[in-house]
C-alpha cells in the first residue's frame, strides 16, 4: 500500500496485493464419505488460483458542507483454471473461469446538532466473466472445445444507496435507523440457443436499532432489520459439482428477502466483559436445491440438481462471549 497527504485535510491511499493457489485438491470430490460410497472423481484439482486486488481510495475530512467524505474505485480478477477427470472417465477436462470486477464506492457524514450524524452514500460492483472448457481424451490425446461453466456474455451489476442516521436525542435511548435501496442488473446468452438472458430486482429495505443502558456497565440492544439479495451470477449463469452431485444453473431465481431480530446484552466490568445475545432470522424465497435426475439410485453422488426457491427458511441463534481484560 502507498498514503500521499493532498493537505492536511485530504489523502489519497493506493493498496494492491496477489495471492496465487496451485493444485489445491477438491477432497470431497476425491474422497468417500461426503456423501459418496465411491470418490466421484479420479482428477479434480484447481490448478489455479490467482486473485488480483487494487483500489484508490480518496479521504477529505472537510468536503464541502459535509463533515468528510471517502471515494473507493477498485479493480479486482479472480482467474481459476480446474482439471476434472470423473471416476473411470476417459475425459480430463480443463476449465477456466475469469472474473473482472469494476466497483466504485462513496460515502459522507454529516453531524446535525449533537443529536444526529448522518452517513449516507453508494455502492456499484460490475463482474464481467469469461469461461472456457476443454475436453481432452486421455487416451488419444484429442481436444475437444466445450461450453464452460458459466453462460457466455455473463454480467452483473450489483449497486446500492443507502442513508443511516444515528440519534441521541432522547436521552436514555440511542436510535439507529437506516434505509438502503439495492438495485441488480444482470444478462447472459444460452449457451445452446445464443439468446439473451436478462433480468434485474430491486429492494428498499430499512433498519431500527434502540440501544439503553439499564446499569452501571450494562447495556441492552434491540435490532430489527429487512434484507434482500438477489440471486448472484453463480446461481443464475452457472452449472457445476458440489459433493452430492451436479447442481444446474437456473435464470429465473427469485431474490431472498429477509427479516431479523435481536436483543443483546453487554456487560463491561473492571476486569472483564461479557456479551449475549438471542436472534431470529425468517429468510423468503430462500436458495436450495431441487432434484431432477438420479441416474443410479441408491448409489450417492451422481445425482443431478437445479437451483429453485425453496420457500421459508427460518434461523434461531444464541451467541455468548467472555474477556478478561
Not at 489445491?24 to 472423481?41: E, H, I, K, L
Not at 460490475?126 to 457466455?152: C, K, L, M
Not at 453487554?266 to 441416474?295: C, E, K
Request: with cysteine.
Amino acid at each position: 500500500s502507498w498514503e500521499h497527504a493532498l493537505g492536511a485535510k485530504r489523502g489519497l491511499r493506493f493498496s494492491a496485493s496477489r495471492t496465487r493457489d496451485f493444485d489445491v485438491p477438491r477432497t470431497d470430490r476425491m474422497n468417500a464419505g461426503f456423501g459418496q460410497t465411491n470418490p466421484s472423481d479420479d482428477e479434480h484439482f484447481f490448478t489455479l488460483q490467482d486473485r488480483e486486488r487494487y483500489q484508490l481510495t480518496y479521504t477529505d475530512t472537510e468536503a464541502g458542507f459535509t463533515d468528510g467524505m471517502q471515494v473507493r474505485a477498485s479493480l479486482r480478477r479472480y482467474d481459476e483454471k480446474r482439471r476434472i477427470r470423473a471416476r473411470n472417465s476417459t475425459t480430463r477436462r480443463l476449465e477456466q473461469d475469469v472474473t473482472d470486477t469494476l466497483g466504485l464506492g462513496a460515502d459522507w457524514t454529516k453531524a446535525l446538532g449533537d443529536t444526529h450524524l448522518l452517513t449516507w452514500g453508494f455502492d456499484a460492483d460490475y463482474d464481467e466473466v469469461d469461461s472456457t472448457r476443454d475436453n481432452v481424451n486421455i487416451n488419444t490425446g484429442v481436444v475437444t472445445a466445450a461450453g464452460g461453466t458459466f453462460q457466455p456474455d455473463s454480467k452483473y451489476l450489483s449497486s446500492g444507496l443507502f442513508v443511516r442516521d444515528e440519534i441521541s436525542a432522547f436521552e436514555a435511548f440511542d436510535l439507529t435507523a437506516g434505509l438502503r435501496y439495492a438495485f441488480v442488473d444482470y444478462s447472459f446468452k444460452d449457451f445452446t440457443t445464443g439468446v439473451k438472458d436478462e433480468g434485474d430486482a430491486s429492494a428498499l429495505t430499512g433498519s431500527l436499532q434502540v440501544a439503553r443502558n439499564v446499569a452501571e456497565g450494562a447495556r441492552v440492544t434491540g435490532t430489527i432489520a429487512q434484507a434482500f439479495r438477489a440471486p448472484n451470477l453463480a446461481e443464475l449463469a452457472k452449472s457445476g459439482t458440489f459433493a452430492g452431485g451436479t447442481e444446474l444453473a437456473n435464470p429465473d431465481l427469485d431474490p431472498e428477502t429477509a427479516l431479523y431480530e435481536e436483543i443483546a446484552l453487554d456487560l463491561v466490568r473492571p476486569t472483564w466483559n461479557a456479551a449475549f445475545g438471542v436472534y431470529h432470522n425468517a429468510i423468503d424465497n430462500a436458495a436450495a436445491r431441487r432434484l431432477i435426475s438420479d441416474p443410479t439410485p441408491g448409489v450417492p453422488g451422481d445425482e443431478v440438481y437445479q437451483r429453485a426457491n425453496g420457500g421459508e427458511l427460518e434461523y434461531y441463534g444464541i451467541e455468548a462471549s467472555c474477556k478478561r481484560k
